[in-house]
């Protein structure tokens, strides 16, 4: 059949075969001519096998593996399949612009022989960031020049603008190795990031920079271990700070895989390793849910607080389905893992088992250096877009902790009202003895105190701070809330509504966040003369005191006050004077509301827009 797009594909030849001639587990290849009962005219030839089996988990013959032979742009070619090129694209910069308003609708596109992939159209930007990833299959007679292509979207059917184009040679690329190149687009088109990583799929091929083998690990661990020892941490060199250490992985295997072909019932699964930047692949093995692989990858680590990614994948014609994944820090790689694979999210428990095996050999004085540095960035790593379910999660993570920050502040609140005149008494005399006592050290020491406090807490069992602060009453109240939340099966005009009531509150602390930060900036401006001179008189009398007074004994002073006001006087109401100040104060917003509005100004700021949309549209 010929392919038309949006029409009836049309008739090249067809050729008809009786399949009773055939016997089974008989193998044989044939070269027939098209027939067309309309054409007399020679339509060329198709070549194909035929092999029938009755058992549906027969392995056919490897010449005729789809996987191993795949389907070639002329019938009597055959390839063989000896990689996957997997492509990142990051980013573009400085792109040529070829709009009017001088921007552009950038798209790439990837093309490596007769395989072609085209990345997502970003709208009015010079500078897009894509982030995608595309794979292209390598075989054993394709071209080694991969060509990239940047063009500019043209809507209503018009021909796309061509900005600049780029030529990457691959087969300089070892294989299971991670490569970022920064590409010049040709005519000053711009500059572009890609991400390159060649794995390997043939398995008489060369052996990949990044797997090694079981002969060669001793020596690894013998030669790592000697260049990360602690005797040498009186050789470091600032030049070597980005070589931390080694991460060697060994993916042993996988059980109860889900079936992805439920025709057959089985899974053609492979690994990908992610470690920082670097990304590797297992070999495929085909129909089995139990893959085992016995593969051991060795990763330079440039920051041990990164974490190593394994995701599993069944292998289709033009597609991966997700089978399953694990996050694992880097510093807890020191044992044979055997872990449940979780969903895409990370959230749940999939289906299917993983076991693996890592060890870390790494030098402690770089990696303390490092983490003091700027970290890398990710390149791999892929934003989240919006979604609803997200968007609660990250709510209720800042709600639990404002709920903290709120028990605390009620603590402290009892402390100050007398609620429990032994704690509070007690509370007040530990005030004037580290007011007292008080010395600059004392902050670091305290930090290290709650430090080691929760270390013995995690592993002595003694009572967490975040436990002193919520009293009983407050954790089963929330502990209920959570139950109900939990068990309530909510319609979709509730999750509207609950949706809603989340961007109210964050519009509103929005607006409040906002507000006082621009009424402490009108202090400063003069907004309001009497409230700024005000203002001004009291920090003057502020330096004044500072000036004769010591600091120790105007906090102890003020902290006295402060906790036994309620002891002195029951009745005696709370008052924020700072913030009823700043209450006083109008925001931007505000201001606006209040500028008053005369005929003239009117026709002022009139005639400004005109003149600024003029210059827009010129």
């Not at 070619?77 to 694209?89: A, C, D, F, P, R």
């Not at 700021?605 to 010129?618: G, I, L």
């Amino acid at each position: 059949m010929d392919y038309d797009r949006g029409f009836r594909d049309d008739l090249i030849g067809y050729y008809e075969m009786k399949l009773s001639f055939f016997a089974l587990d008989d193998y044989q290849t044939f070269t027939e001519e098209l027939q067309d009962d309309h054409n007399t005219e020679d339509l060329g030839s198709i070549k194909f096998s035929i092999h029938i089996s009755s058992d549906l988990s027969h392995t056919p013959p490897p010449e005729m593996d789809e996987r191993e032979t795949p389907r070639s742009t002329s019938p009597f070619q055959e390839k063989h399949l000896t990689g996957i090129l997997s492509i990142t694209l990051v980013e573009a910069t400085n792109l040529r612009p070829m709009n009017k308003d001088g921007s552009s609708d950038p798209y790439c596109k990837f093309k490596l022989g007769h395989q072609k992939h085209k990345s997502k159209v970003l709208r009015r930007t010079l500078d897009p960031v894509w982030k995608e990833r595309f794979e292209i299959r390598v075989y054993s007679d394709s071209s080694s020049v991969l060509e990239i292509s940047v063009y500019d979207y043209e809507e209503f059917g018009f021909s796309d603008n061509f900005i600049g184009s780029a030529e990457v040679d691959i087969s300089e690329f070892e294989e299971s190795k991670t490569y970022k190149r920064e590409l010049d687009l040709e005519k000053n088109g711009g500059r572009m990031t890609c991400i390159f990583n060649l794995s390997r799929i043939d398995e008489s091929s060369a052996d990949s920079s990044c797997e090694i083998s079981p002969d060669d690990l001793v020596n690894i661990r013998k030669t790592y271990a000697m260049s990360y020892n602690p005797l040498n941490y009186l050789t470091y060199k600032w030049e070597d700070v980005e070589d931390v250490g080694v991460l060697i992985v060994k993916i042993i295997k996988c059980i109860d895989l889900p079936e992805s072909d439920t025709i057959i019932g089985t899974s053609d699964p492979f690994c990908f390793i992610e470690v920082e930047n670097t990304r590797v692949r297992t070999p495929t093995l085909y129909k089995t849910q139990d893959p085992v692989w016995n593969k051991q990858f060795k990763f330079n680590i440039k920051d041990i607080h990164s974490t190593l990614n394994i995701r599993v994948f069944d292998e289709e014609k033009n597609k991966y389905n997700f089978l399953g994944c694990v996050k694992l820090p880097i510093l807890e790689a020191h044992t044979i893992h055997r872990c449940l694979l979780k969903d895409r999210k990370l959230e749940r428990v999939g289906f299917g088992e993983i076991f693996l095996e890592t060890e870390l050999i790494y030098n402690p004085l770089r990696a303390a250096i490092k983490t003091l540095l700027p970290a890398e960035e990710n390149l791999l790593y892929e934003e989240p877009k919006f979604k609803r379910n997200l968007f609660m999660q990250n709510f209720k993570r800042v709600y639990a902790l404002a709920t903290v920050v709120l028990s605390l502040g009620l603590w402290v609140q009892r402390i100050y009202n007398w609620e429990n005149k032994a704690k509070s008494a007690i509370a007040l005399l530990l005030y004037i003895l580290i007011v007292i006592s008080f010395e600059l050290y004392m902050v670091p020491m305290f930090a290290a105190f709650v430090i080691i406090y929760e270390f013995l807490a995690r592993w002595v069992g003694f009572k967490s701070f975040e436990t002193w602060i919520m009293n009983a009453d407050q954790q089963e109240q929330v502990v209920k809330e959570d139950d109900i939340e939990d068990g309530e099966d909510f319609s979709l005009t509730a999750k509207m509504k609950m949706v809603m009531g989340v961007c109210q509150t964050v519009q509103n602390s929005l607006d409040l966040v906002a507000s006082y930060c621009e009424r402490v900036k009108n202090v400063f401006n003069w907004t309001i003369p009497f409230l700024s001179f005000m203002a001004a008189s009291v920090l003057i009398s502020g330096t004044m005191i500072l000036y004769f007074l010591p600091l120790r004994w105007l906090v102890l002073a003020w902290g006295i006050n402060k906790l036994t006001v309620k002891l002195r006087d029951p009745d005696y109401e709370e008052n924020q004077e700072l913030l009823n100040f700043l209450c006083r104060l109008p925001s931007d917003v505000e201001l606006n509301q209040m500028r008053v509005i005369t005929k003239e100004s009117s026709k002022r700021s009139a005639t400004m827009n005109k003149s600024v949309k003029s210059r827009w549209h010129k």
